[in-house]
């Protein structure tokens, strides 16, 4: 072999080598974005005053980093198909019957134990749609809103959808996505969310629109409220004649939370108001410290029932409270003491939402698990049980360790 052949023979080495790299760098990279993409911010900014570290305020200043960019995108991805679904009911834990008998599957009662979503997940929704529930929760930064689903509201599976990505971020927001919740409104699904304004700086709640629970979703291109304060915690409720709510928290000034929960009809789209605002409940209970948030409504026996968190976020006191009305817009009163608060193991139990399921209701929501306020709010049920007096409790008024669904 001459050298002219040998030289030759060497260039192709040197080129099949570079396409087998490109080859390999091709098939790591997207799993290597998605493993990025999926790392949870270390840490929630919102304080007592939800108030930005001065770090928050430079990253996010005009003349600093832009929000996200750095941080590894994912690109739109198709929903699970039916058989990921379906896949879902395996491996769920049933209870044994007392005398050691086999049990109908069907009828026998799930077990469970916290926290059910071990990982980041704190501000937690959950909407039941047919046979299957999707929970949603706060991200802070793109891509937002991860989408989890489950059979039986013990066992949550990551979906590796999410509602924003940067492909389809809001144009009006910057950050501090925050407090999402998913309804299905007609034949749409709609996500309200808490975000930052571009344009003033304060807390905003947006609307996002998809055919799927999955997406894509299509945000209005607006706020949905934006007000000369921060408005944050959006929730959606349905009346039996139809008639369409959102209530949502309003600041009561520049870094003062002490604001009150308020509530207005929406459109029947559900993308836009028919009716007045209302104030409902401020902070007026001495548990309840600087603030409430958080609202969740349902209605039960003709009564209107606000679930509502009180306190500042990282504390040891942020509690579940309730109050009632027989009527969606004004007249709640209190229960008095907060219904669900934290034990040795959980504190600062709340953000809830409230999911109806077989008999029963449900309370699923985050908390602390430890002495210490950082990082990690997994995710966590328990059982409403419902009292004579018509209010509802939570077992001892702290989260079980685990019980039966």
């Given at each position: 072999?001459d050298?002219?052949?040998?030289?030759?023979?060497a260039?192709?080495?040197?080129?099949?080598?570079?396409?087998?790299f490109?080859?390999l760098a091709a098939g790591?990279?997207?799993a290597?974005?998605f493993t990025?993409a999926?790392?949870?911010p270390?840490?929630?900014?919102?304080?007592?005053?939800?108030?930005?570290?001065?770090?928050?305020?430079?990253?996010?200043s005009?003349?600093?980093?832009?929000p996200?960019?750095?941080?590894?995108?994912?690109?739109?991805?198709?929903?699970?198909?039916?058989?990921y679904?379906?896949?879902?009911a395996?491996?769920?834990?049933?209870?044994?019957s007392?005398?050691?008998?086999?049990v109908d599957?069907?009828?026998?009662?799930?077990?469970?134990?916290?926290p059910?979503?071990?990982?980041?997940?704190?501000d937690p929704?959950?909407?039941a749609?047919?046979?299957?529930?999707?929970?949603?929760?706060?991200s802070?930064?793109?891509?937002?809103?991860?989408?989890?689903?489950s059979?039986?509201?013990?066992?949550?599976?990551?979906?590796?959808?999410?509602?924003?990505t940067?492909a389809?971020r809001?144009?009006?927001?910057?950050?501090?996505?925050?407090?999402?919740?998913?309804?299905?409104?007609?034949?749409?699904y709609?996500?309200?969310?808490?975000?930052?304004?571009?344009?003033?700086?304060?807390?905003?709640?947006?609307?996002?629109?998809?055919?799927?629970?999955?997406?894509p979703?299509r945000?209005l291109?607006?706020p949905?409220?934006?007000?000369?304060?921060?408005?944050?915690?959006?929730?959606?409720?349905?009346?039996?004649?139809g008639r369409?709510?959102l209530?949502?928290?309003?600041?009561?000034?520049p870094g003062?939370?002490?604001g009150?929960?308020?509530?207005?009809?929406?459109?029947?789209?559900?993308?836009g108001?028919?009716?007045?605002?209302?104030e409902i409940?401020?902070n007026d209970?001495?548990?309840?410290?600087?603030?409430?948030?958080?609202?969740?409504?349902?209605?039960r026996?003709g009564?209107?029932y606000?679930?509502y968190?009180?306190?500042?976020?990282?504390?040891?006191?942020?509690?579940?409270?309730v109050?009632?009305?027989?009527?969606?817009?004004?007249?709640?009163?209190?229960?008095?003491d907060p219904?669900?608060?934290?034990?040795?193991?959980?504190?600062?139990?709340?953000?809830n939402s409230?999911?109806?399921h077989?008999?029963?209701?449900?309370?699923?929501?985050?908390?602390?698990?430890?002495?210490?306020f950082?990082?990690?709010?997994?995710?966590?049920i328990?059982?409403?049980d419902?009292?004579?007096?018509?209010w509802?409790?939570v077992?001892?008024?702290?989260?079980?360790?685990?019980?039966?669904?």
């Amino acid at each position: 072999m001459d050298s002219s052949e040998q030289d030759e023979r060497a260039r192709a080495a040197r080129r099949w080598d570079r396409r087998g790299f490109l080859r390999l760098a091709a098939g790591v990279a997207p799993a290597a974005a998605f493993t990025l993409a999926c790392v949870p911010p270390s840490r929630d900014p919102r304080s007592r005053g939800r108030r930005d570290s001065a770090q928050d305020s430079a990253q996010d200043s005009p003349q600093g980093k832009e929000p996200g960019l750095g941080r590894a995108e994912i690109a739109p991805l198709r929903p699970p198909d039916r058989a990921y679904l379906e896949a879902l009911a395996a491996e769920r834990p049933r209870a044994p019957s007392a005398d050691g008998t086999v049990v109908d599957e069907a009828t026998a009662p799930m077990l469970y134990r916290n926290p059910v979503v071990a990982e980041n997940c704190p501000d937690p929704h959950v909407m039941a749609d047919g046979d299957t529930f999707y929970m949603v929760s706060t991200s802070h930064v793109l891509p937002a809103f991860p989408i989890r689903v489950s059979k039986d509201l013990v066992t949550w599976r990551n979906t590796a959808a999410w509602v924003f990505t940067r492909a389809n971020r809001p144009d009006w927001a910057i950050d501090h996505f925050w407090a999402p919740e998913l309804h299905r409104v007609d034949q749409t699904y709609v996500c309200y969310y808490t975000a930052r304004s571009r344009r003033t700086g304060r807390l905003c709640i947006g609307a996002a629109v998809a055919h799927t629970p999955f997406g894509p979703y299509r945000d209005l291109g607006r706020p949905l409220i934006d007000t000369v304060v921060s408005a944050l915690d959006p929730t959606f409720f349905q009346d039996e004649d139809g008639r369409r709510y959102l209530y949502w928290k309003e600041d009561a000034g520049p870094g003062d939370p002490g604001g009150p929960i308020c509530v207005r009809e929406l459109t029947p789209d559900g993308l836009g108001f028919a009716g007045d605002r209302w104030e409902i409940a401020r902070n007026d209970v001495d548990w309840e410290g600087p603030l409430i948030e958080g609202p969740s409504v349902i209605k039960r026996g003709g009564a209107y029932y606000l679930f509502y968190s009180g306190g500042a976020y990282d504390t040891p006191w942020y509690a579940v409270g309730v109050a009632r009305s027989l009527s969606p817009t004004g007249g709640f009163s209190k229960h008095g003491d907060p219904i669900l608060r934290g034990n040795d193991r959980w504190r600062g139990p709340g953000h809830n939402s409230i999911v109806h399921h077989g008999d029963w209701d449900y309370i699923v929501y985050h908390a602390w698990e430890g002495e210490h306020f950082r990082n990690v709010r997994p995710g966590l049920i328990d059982r409403v049980d419902w009292r004579t007096d018509g209010w509802p409790g939570v077992g001892d008024g702290t989260p079980r360790e685990s019980g039966e669904l």
